[in-house]
């Protein structure tokens, strides 16, 4: 998965998508890994749905 990093040019860093803190990616990691989580037991739901 390729990662926007801070514009080198100006140093500028973004502020991430989900939480608005200052991050070097678009998504800071801890929101990626919250987000990721959340997925994951979606899924899970899912296929306890299924049987």
Partial sequence: ???KKA???TGKKH???VC???SDTVICHACEDRIRGE???K???AE???S
Avoid: N, S
């Fill in 43 to 45: 899924k899970r739901e």
């Fill in 15 to 17: 502020l991430c998508l």
């Fill in 48 to 50: 306890k749905g299924k």
């Fill in 20 to 22: 608005a803190r200052p």
């Fill in 7 to 9: 514009d080198e040019k």
């Fill in 39 to 41: 997925v994951i037991d």
């Fill in 1 to 3: 998965m390729e990662e």
